[in-house]
């Protein structure tokens, strides 16, 4: 999809094929409303037995595919937590990716044992990035041999089978939780933090009292009285724990 930046992926390969023209080759595997543009790109330059679309590709056939290469090219424009680096990783592949939303926390830049490569999602960055993996495995390919190239992709898949254990993931997930209270004790009271709307700051073109900010006071101030109506009739008493959100997390937490 458009997301997965399809388009910026056709860019840079298309680049990359016409620089080398007989050294690489490509294999797809999955399929969606961008797929047309790939099949133009094959038609265009007769790159049929360069490019191999595999189509959608079962789970359990995903170890088999990724054994096939040497680079995985991610090249999603946004992503959370992207799955796919992880599993290349621990197949022994050189990870090239865009550098965007949370893979930097996923996977951490090229170490001893372990080849990803992060880039700008930009066709020029992106591409000088996928050329150096490119040329650094060719090296590879002329002083090593198989054995060597197999124990590489052991030593990548170990270190990265470290990096994600149930210990690791729980510790994280706890530390988060301790951080999102810490900021809840430190909370300023709700009048302070509205009043920061009446303010100017340094891309406002005029000092003083800023009118988007009355207008935002008059609106808030409106549904506070509907809130505090509504909740009085509920019993639920949740307009407390908003003015005072240090002793309501206090209060929770005994």
């Given at each position: 999809t458009g997301r997965k930046g399809t388009p910026l992926m056709i860019s840079v390969i298309e680049k990359l094929f016409l620089k080398y023209p007989t050294d690489l080759n490509l294999v797809i595997a999955g399929d969606g409303p961008c797929l047309i543009q790939v099949e133009e790109l094959r038609e265009k330059y007769h790159w049929h037995h360069?490019?191999?679309?595999?189509?959608?590709?079962?789970?359990?056939?995903?170890?088999?595919?990724?054994?096939?290469?040497?680079?995985?090219?991610?090249?999603?424009?946004?992503?959370?937590?992207?799955m796919a680096i992880v599993e290349a990783?621990?197949?022994?592949l050189h990870v090239v990716t865009t550098n965007v939303g949370g893979i930097p926390e996923v996977l951490p830049e090229s170490t001893t044992d372990?080849?990803?490569?992060?880039?700008?999602?930009?066709?020029?960055?992106?591409?000088n990035?996928?050329?150096?993996?490119?040329?650094?495995?060719?090296?590879?390919?002329?002083?090593?041999?198989?054995?060597?190239f197999n124990l590489q992709r052991q030593k990548q898949y170990n270190l990265v089978k470290r990096l994600y254990t149930w210990e690791k993931i729980t510790k994280r997930i706890e530390n988060e939780y301790h951080e999102i209270l810490q900021e809840k004790k430190t909370a300023k009271p709700i009048g302070d933090r509205i009043?920061?709307?009446?303010?100017?700051?340094?891309?406002?073109?005029?000092?003083?009292?800023?009118?988007?900010?009355?207008?935002?006071?008059?609106?808030?101030t409106i549904n506070l009285i509907i809130w505090f109506v509504l909740d009085r009739i509920d019993g639920r008493r949740s307009v407390q724990r908003v003015f005072s959100p240090k002793s309501s997390i206090t209060n929770n937490l005994q």
């Open positions: 360069r490019i191999k679309l595999l189509g959608s590709v079962q789970p359990q056939k995903v170890k088999e595919v990724l054994a096939q290469g040497r680079i995985f090219l991610n090249c999603s424009l946004s992503e959370a937590f992207c990783a621990c197949a022994g372990l080849f990803c490569t992060l880039a700008k999602p930009e066709t020029t960055d992106l591409f990035k996928l050329e150096k993996a490119v040329s650094t495995e060719m090296q590879f390919l002329s002083n090593k041999t198989d054995q060597t009043d920061m709307y009446l303010s100017g700051d340094m891309s406002s073109p005029f000092p003083g009292i800023q009118i988007n900010g009355l207008l935002f006071h008059m609106f808030f």
